[in-house]
């Protein structure tokens, strides 16, 4: 494990993924600012005035990470704020299930797939917090070949299925919960 660990090419691929799902997040943070800035202000830890260019900043500081990551001089200051950025956000989401207010939209898919906020997503952020503190480890030098590219690509498409999979799956699972919640709540109304 150590070995793959200093691998460039599963190195790459790491940073590839993350590049990807922080460039996304960002185009839709930027695509629909009123409904992220709704979302923002929904966690109540931005003050009202700030709501507006704090979704700005955080869609900048993105894509920013995402820049980041692809190019070999920035590669540690982009896992450094891919790192940042993943705590960042789960320290938002831990103060709002602290709080007990579950029902808040994370953010963090295509706004519009609404995912209430969990413990799963602590989780999810550390293990991606995790992954970016590996790309600013140094690699091992080695040739690359033709194939190193195939993989290079298919690494990063299947993260990026792999991503989509995961967060489909916590939003369904949450719907569901909510769903079993609310048919309890009205049998024992009844």
Excluded at 71 to 80: K, T
Excluded at 124 to 153: E, I, K, S
């Amino acid at each position: 494990m150590a070995t793959l660990l200093h691998d460039p090419l599963f190195v790459l691929v790491i940073r590839g993924a993350l590049a990807l799902l922080f460039a996304s997040a960002a185009w839709h943070k930027l695509r629909a600012r009123d409904e992220f800035a709704a979302i923002l202000a929904a966690y109540r830890l931005v003050p009202a005035a700030l709501v507006a260019p704090a979704t700005a900043v955080i869609a900048a500081t993105e894509l920013g990470v995402a820049v980041a990551l692809l190019l070999p001089n920035l590669r540690v200051a982009g896992a450094l704020g891919a790192a940042g950025l993943l705590a960042v956000y789960a320290l938002a989401i831990g103060v709002n299930l602290a709080r007990g207010r579950r029902m808040i939209d994370c953010g963090c898919g295509a706004l519009g797939a609404r995912q209430p906020i969990s413990e799963w997503l602590l989780v999810r952020n550390a293990l991606l917090a995790a992954a970016a503190a590996v790309t600013a480890q140094p690699v091992a030098v080695r040739p690359f070949v033709w194939v190193d590219g195939v993989t290079l690509v298919g690494g990063v498409v299947i993260a990026a299925c792999a991503w989509t999979a995961a967060h489909g799956l916590a939003a369904a699972a949450q719907r569901v919960a909510e769903r079993a919640a609310r048919l309890q709540l009205d049998g024992a109304v009844r």
